[in-house]
């Protein structure tokens, strides 16, 4: 362990990545044209401005993930610390499990994750 | 980690007193709701540089922890704030925080 | 730890996540209708209530993190005999709100935020406690959601809130970083006179100051006062603001006690211009509700007043005033609150002649303001009064002189509004109001709580031996 560990783990990521980078140069067969270059909307051609506006509905989604997501990083510090600690830190982690998901039960009642 | 404690306390602090004074001219002079976030996360970043910084040099895991409770923070405080402005952006079309005159002395 | 310790200590927290996770079934369950609602969760505020007053404890839990004592323990039944006050004055507007579970779900967190910060011994729990008690607030700032005026107030709110916070944690990453420690207890041991402990503790300072309106913080107050919903404003004026300054008290006297003779000049200064400023201010209003915003500007200068003497009644004479406060401006929201819900008036000039319509609400109104400007006979008299004395252990008589001047000025504008009650004609006076039962109930509780608290003293002599000595 220690700091070869993180070589090996830079060493690891360098490669998964230009490998497969690496390997979609070689066997997708390449072919060029106008439409390609032009922003991705599904293969249609795309029409009118990009700052449209949104459904309320994506914002609704990022906020809540924002704050899940975030909540989440106790998750961390409690997996470190999890072994040395025993049941307590198992029971604790179920309780503040529960509060999350007493919010994404109400998230849900109001429909915020209902897709449009 | 050695080279982070090879940097004296003092360029943390200097650094930090920086990004912070920054943050607060940003929330004093701008006057876009969404820029003024952007400095009030910028305040609450360098704070936790800050206590990073001080918890490495006393070797004390407190400060760390306490770190992460000020990002969970902050993304509810974000979060509270973004919805609040969807409500102003539906009511007045913008988020310059000079459109929001109605009360005044 | 041992398990039976964690309920006895935490009875008050643990009953106020028992209610919110119970709204939280019911708003998940199937809908009911509103009144039903409001009548089950003021009687679990009534029972939260009295559930408070049984066995207070006195100890600390995780590791000095939460600790608690009687004293500790009766500032919160206080909050929570306010919040039940609020909850019931605010019937008749709850009574068609569509978000009516979300609005105690948000309003009860923030009661719990304020409860973790008066029982911290951590900087850490501190900061999570204030934090808890401003977020939910500020969506609750914004409940009138059809009203511009009610997010923009939010607004005003949220960044002045987060601002004021970013302060606060430079301030407390600097003591950290000078003491190394985020417990009370060793922060006091380490504290010296050391230019950036003083400068990190002026920070500190400010972003308290901003959380209690002091004046050279407190543009946010008015606006947002004016425009959030009745109930709110009420609720970030009394309740809100008392219990940080609950903690304002207790951090000044024991965590920084090393650093009396500086921020006593901090105190002095800031006690002053928020006087001066409140009342100022106070005099030119006529929206009822920015009125009460700069008259509870300048009630908190004559707090901080009895805060800088630093003398053995100083946390005393501030409880005991808080609590008188939270009758009195209770008294004078109820009424704006009702009259506001049944007939969205909210200028001064509306109430002219307001005593030939409605005799029963200009009674309360006018005790609740003779009650704040600290006429005799009414509670509020006192409660300045023991602040003055408190004020005056540094026998610092400029100060004294200044606030009692100002307190006659007072007195002018608070009985310009009942002058306007009972003498001026108005052509088109608000109509006689049927208040609901629930509501007057709690006017009735208002009423009794100033004069009870006026005549008998057995109230301030047990606050009194409750409290440490400086």
Redesign the interface.
Known sequence: MGASSLIVLAIAGIVFSAGGMMIAKIFVKGTKNPQKGQAYESGIKSTGTTWSQFNVGYYLFALVFLVFDVELVFLYPWAVVVKSVGITALIEIIIFIFILFMGFLYAHKKGALKWI | MEIIKGVPLTSYILLCSMLFSIGVLGVLYRRNALVIFMCIELMLNSVNLLLVAFSRYYSDSNAQVFVFFIMAVAAAEVSVGLAILMMIYRNTKTTDIDALNKLKF | MILNDFFIFMKQELMLLFII?LL?LI??GKDRSNESLLYLINLLLLINVIAGFILPGEGSLFSDMFRTNPLIALEKNMLNIGTLIISMQSYSWLKSHKHLLEFYILMISTLLGMFYMISSGN??MF??GL?LSS??L??LV?FD?EK??S??????F??SS??SS??L??G???I??TT???AYAEITSHLSTDPLQIFAFVLFLAGFAFKISAVPFHFWT??VY??APVAITSYLSVISKGAVLFVFVSVLYTVFKPLADVWYGMLFVLSISTIIIGNL?AIRQDNFKRFLAFSSIAQVGFILVGISGSSSMGTAAVIYFVLIYIFSNLGAFGVVSIVSSLTGKERISDYKSFYKTNPFLSWILTIALFSLAGVPPAAGFFGKFFLLIAGAEKGNYLLISIAALNMIVSFYYYLRIVKSVFMEPNESPIESLTIPLISKVALYICLLGIVILGLWSVVYDYIFTLSPIF
């Open positions: 996770f939280l708003k998940v900087l850490l900061y999570l934090e977020i939910p500020a969506a914004n959601l511009k005026a997010s923009e107030a939010a607004m005003k949220i960044l987060a601002f970013g302060l944690l430079f407390v990453s600097l950290y970083g190394g420690s985020l008015a606006d004016e425009g201010f």
